[in-house]
């Protein structure tokens, strides 16, 4: 699954700070059922988790 940018800063700001670890290039959320890696692919932010 991909996102905009913009579709990725709404969803996260959803979620409380301390879940979310940010990188260059990366955004790993960290959730009772594992983690899940969005990584930056040109403007867009991709997933494989589901």
């Not at 899940?36 to 589901?50: I, Q």
């Amino acid at each position: 699954m991909c996102l905009s940018a913009e579709a990725l800063a709404l969803f996260l700001n959803l979620l409380a700070p301390e879940t979310v670890t940010r990188a260059p290039g990366l955004i790993t959320v960290h959730a009772e059922a594992g983690d899940v890696e969005w990584v930056a692919d040109g403007a867009r932010w991709c997933t494989d988790d589901r």
